[in-house]
């Protein structure tokens, strides 16, 4: 594994005066995935939306490379290599599909991801891209969103629950691409409500509960046992 690219330290974040992160250490590794897994309401959303820019957080509680980030304006977070798939993907739905995808162009850097190298990935895309984003399957629309945030040319893709509302064998499809990301250089982390599938698609597992990180450890170590305990706080 690489050396690290991102880091927080005792990261705080709050809503108003409502706080949901309370002190998160997170790091991630050069070319590594990280499943991120936790309860409802556990914090998960809100660190990737920490990481993006999206909310409000100290500039040295969030390191790029060593250099703070934390609160810059999402635009320079994506500039600085970060893209994030949201949850519930917020696609421009009466756009086509290729605008949609230019649309992740827009702020981003230089890099392989083209139109065409996501088409080849993708070739449904290829075959939907002048119809309206919004009559895609969700299965589709949610490979749009991956897509668009491609486009920006990151170096780290952070991934809000992928497999929401979608059908198994369509997030196999979908987790199936997370090898052809990494051996193009990128370094992942995905949220996922799916604990048994969150082992499978990461090397390391980071779980969350009530705004602290409540255990971490290589996603083929951990037992049901731990996961349970730290996902639930059963003891
Ligand atoms: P889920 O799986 O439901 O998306 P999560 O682990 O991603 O959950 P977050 O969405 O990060 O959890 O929420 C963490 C805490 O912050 C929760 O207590 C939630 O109620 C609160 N929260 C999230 N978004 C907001 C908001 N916009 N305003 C106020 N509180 C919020």
């Given at each position: 594994m690489g050396k690290t690219l991102l880091s927080t330290h005792g990261l705080k974040a709050f809503y108003g005066d409502a706080q949901a992160l309370f002190g998160i250490d997170f790091h991630l590794d050069e070319g590594?995935?990280?499943?991120?897994?936790?309860?409802?309401?556990?914090?998960?959303?809100?660190?990737?939306?920490?990481?993006?820019?999206?909310?409000a957080v100290p500039a040295p509680a969030v390191c790029l490379?060593?250099?703070?980030?934390?609160?810059?304006?999402?635009?320079?977070?994506?500039?600085?290599?970060?893209?994030?798939?949201?949850?519930?993907?917020?696609?421009?739905p009466s756009l086509s599909v290729e605008e949609n995808l230019r649309m992740g162009a827009l702020a981003g850097r230089q890099g392989p991801w083209t139109l065409e190298r996501l088409f080849q990935?993708?070739?449904?895309?290829?075959?939907?891209r002048r119809n309206p984003s919004g009559a895609l399957s969700g299965g589709q629309q949610q490979m749009v969103a991956i897509g668009r945030a491609l486009m920006s040319?990151?170096?780290i893709l952070l991934c809000d629950e992928l497999s929401l509302g979608l059908a198994p064998i369509v997030i196999r499809e979908i987790y199936a691409a997370l090898p052809t990301f990494t051996a193009e250089g990128l370094t992942v982390v995905?949220?996922?409500q799916d604990v048994s599938l969150a082992q499978q698609v990461s090397q390391r597992v980071v779980?969350?509960?009530?705004g602290v990180v409540s255990l971490e450890g290589r996603s083929n170590?951990?037992?049901?046992?731990?996961?349970?305990?730290?996902?639930?706080?059963?003891?």
């Open positions: 590594e995935v990280v499943a991120i897994i936790g309860a409802n309401g556990a914090g998960k959303s809100t660190l990737l939306k920490s990481l993006t820019g999206l909310v490379h060593g250099q703070p980030i934390g609160g810059l304006p999402p635009g320079e977070i994506v500039r600085r290599g970060l893209a994030m798939v949201p949850e519930g993907r917020r696609l421009f990935m993708f070739p449904i895309l290829k075959e939907k040319n990151p170096q995905v949220v996922e779980c969350l509960q009530e170590a951990l037992t049901r046992e731990q996961i349970s305990e730290a996902y639930f706080g059963l003891s």
